[in-house]
């Protein structure tokens, strides 16, 4: 008997002939195949060859086949709603992302336990906090945040099934705002060794600058309010704070020296000559 | 009376009624909770049983398998496939090396410590990024290409989904007395 591939018609309908995944079968496949490896030979031809057997072949998935599946399932998909073509038109109206795993692979069981992990992401500028409130979630939070990009990340796996740490992720975003908005009342004893920032107007350096300014032998004493000499104490201000937030670097340092320079109305000699 | 009657044209005709509902209750003194039953039971029963369609910014999606040339039929596969389903694809990629387990075991059964033999497993993996999909789309697309994953590979979905901030989460003022306070003056009504 001659394999069916001479009776088939060169315009035939492919999808009907192959329409699901199989084992390669040579008499049906009507293509000249060779596969495999042999040392003074060609590569062998397609009967007979276990080579093309073993491998999973995608003849039931031809560019026609595809095209008429996909017609059929497009009355099950849904368009992507119009204004949020970006990424940043999406951020602004949905900012909360839940991002999720889900594994498919053959083994007597299809749970997999990663697919349990939740991960959380939402952006701090999107919630309402005041200063309080974002240093104390800040504090609570932890390494969570990234402050590159203002994303705080929340990560949970404690439970077995995913609806749980995901009703787990929101509660404690839930619980970490509220939290953070409440004022306790040991949170008055902060003092400056517990501050997040540097602040100048109630550091010793300030009291420094005005007890020195305040000799100034063509000033009156007891001028203490910063009104008097505006300019170079904000600047020198902002050149000190940038040193204490910003760390030691030779453009911080710089900046310093020359407020300081400034401050005792020292003049550069070397201009001069 | 003048704001209500401003209010009671812009509603609709079932919220109308509830308002109505809400002015003469407000006088008797009952609490506003039985009002707003009633009111979800008044609007039809349509919005209960609707549930919106999730939003995914970006499915990504990671086969492994043993044989590069499968895998990479098979991303041909599945871009095509998201192409006549009209979903944006991001980017494909396959890292340049596979990841190789090696094992060394003894050659012989008894002795000859010197002579072993190596076995390897590689595993070759390819990434797909597809971006804005609904909840729907993705579903129908992810089960299709599952549907066709052949034998031998493995599939990783990472779907990112994006949603708006909880409606709980939002300023307190004074949150500790605004429950108190507020139960307070429905009472007094």
Redesign the interface.
Same mark, same amino acid.
């Given at each position: 008997m001659p394999p069916r591939t001479s009776l088939m018609p060169v315009d035939q309908d492919w999808g009907s002939v192959w329409p699901g995944?199989r084992t390669f079968h040579p008499a049906s496949v009507p293509l000249p195949l060779r596969q495999g490896y042999k040392e003074k030979d060609a590569p062998p031809g397609k009967f007979g060859n276990a080579e093309l057997m073993k491998?999973?072949n995608?003849l039931? /998935?031809t560019?026609p086949v595809?095209?008429r599946?996909?017609?059929a !399932?497009?009355s099950?998909? &849904?368009?992507?709603?119009q204004g /949020?073509?970006t990424?940043a038109k999406?951020?602004e109206?949905?900012? !909360?992302?839940?991002?999720? &795993?889900?594994?498919?692979?053959?083994s007597p069981d299809i749970r997999d336990p990663l697919a349990r992990i939740v991960t959380l992401k939402?952006k701090l500028g999107?919630?309402?906090l005041n200063t309080h409130a974002k240093d104390k979630l800040l504090r609570l939070v932890g390494e969570r945040y990234n402050p590159e990009n203002d994303v705080l990340t929340i990560m949970t796996d404690r439970c077995p099934l995913r609806q749980q740490n995901l009703d787990y992720a929101?509660y404690l975003?839930?619980t970490l705002?509220?939290e953070s908005?409440k004022i306790e009342a040991w949170e008055s004893e902060k003092s400056e060794a517990d501050m997040e920032y540097y602040d100048w107007d109630a550091s010793a350096s300030r009291k420094n600058v005005m007890g020195l300014l305040s000799w100034k032998p063509d000033q009156n004493a007891a001028e203490m309010s910063a009104d008097a000499m505006d300019l170079d104490i904000k600047e020198f201000k902002e050149a000190v704070s940038k040193i204490m937030n910003e760390g030691e670097e030779e453009y911080t340092l710089s900046r310093y020296k020359e407020e300081v320079k400034k401050l005792f109305s020292l003049q550069d000699i070397s201009s001069k000559v | 009376m003048n704001v209500l009657g401003v209010i009671a044209k812009v509603v609709c005709k079932t919220e109308r009624q509830s308002l109505v509902k809400l002015v003469k209750y407000a006088e008797t003194g009952i609490r506003s909770q039985h009002v707003c039953k009633g009111r979800m039971y008044s609007v039809s029963e349509t919005n209960q049983s609707e549930e919106l369609?999730k939003?995914y910014?970006m499915v990504e999606v990671e086969v492994r398998g043993n044989?590069p040339?499968?895998l990479k039929?098979?991303t041909w596969?599945a871009t095509?496939?998201a192409k006549?389903?009209?979903i944006t694809i991001g980017e494909c990629w396959t890292p340049r090396k596979a990841n190789h387990e090696r094992l060394t075991l003894l050659k012989s059964v008894h002795i000859y410590k010197k002579h072993r033999v190596q076995y390897e497993i590689r595993t070759y993996f390819r990434f797909m990024q597809f971006l804005?999909?609904?909840?729907?789309?993705a579903d129908?697309?992810l089960e299709?290409i599952?549907r066709?994953?052949?034998?031998?590979?493995?599939?990783?979905?990472?779907?990112?989904?994006?949603?708006?901030?909880?409606s709980?989460?939002?300023?307190?003022n004074e949150?500790q007395q605004q429950a108190l306070s507020s139960g307070v003056q429905a009472s007094n009504q």
């Open positions: 995944p491998i999973p995608f039931h /998935l560019p595809i095209t599946q996909c017609e !399932l497009k099950f998909c &849904s368009a992507w709603p /949020l073509e990424d999406c951020e109206s949905f900012p !909360l992302e839940i991002i999720t &795993s889900d594994y498919c692979h053959s939402v999107r919630l309402p929101l975003l839930t705002f509220y908005w | 369609d939003l910014r044989d040339a499968v039929s098979y596969f095509t496939a006549e389903l009209g804005r999909l609904t909840g729907s789309t129908t697309f299709y599952q066709n994953l052949p034998e031998g590979v493995a599939m990783k979905v990472t779907k990112v989904e994006i949603t708006a901030i909880p709980h989460i939002r300023t307190p949150p």
